[in-house]
Nanobody, 115 residues
């Protein structure tokens, strides 16, 4: 059974930082493309960042220079370091794992940026 368990969300002031973690089980983690997505209130889920098995990364323009995605294959965990958070970063953040055949989602973790 595949499980993706996110953690690290919370309430933070503008300009602050959070680090999200996603622990995966039930997949060959080292071969999976891992991603973080967000769903802001009233909007569709959208990509934030991806990291492929080689370690190459991709970010959407709105988070470039502020967010960093990384992975620890020994721990089957992907991270999203979020710095310089803005009000508009408020959303539920979801972890995604793409293998050759399937795409899996975590349950999401709430990030709220508010003063």
């Amino acid at each position: 059974q595949v499980q993706l368990v996110e953690s690290g969300g919370g309430l933070v002031q503008p300009g602050g930082s959070l680090r999200l973690s996603c622990a995966a089980s039930g997949i060959i983690f080292s071969g999976a493309t891992m991603g973080w997505y967000l769903r802001a209130p009233g909007k569709e889920r959208e990509l934030v960042a991806l990291i492929v098995s080689s370690g190459a990364t991709h970010y959407v323009d709105s988070v470039k220079g502020r967010f960093t995605i990384s992975r620890d294959n020994a721990k089957n965990t992907v991270y999203l370091q979020m710095n310089s958070l803005k009000l508009e970063d408020t959303a539920v953040y979801y972890c995604n794992a793409k293998t050759t055949l399937y795409s899996y989602w975590g349950q999401g973790t709430q990030v709220t940026v508010s003063s």
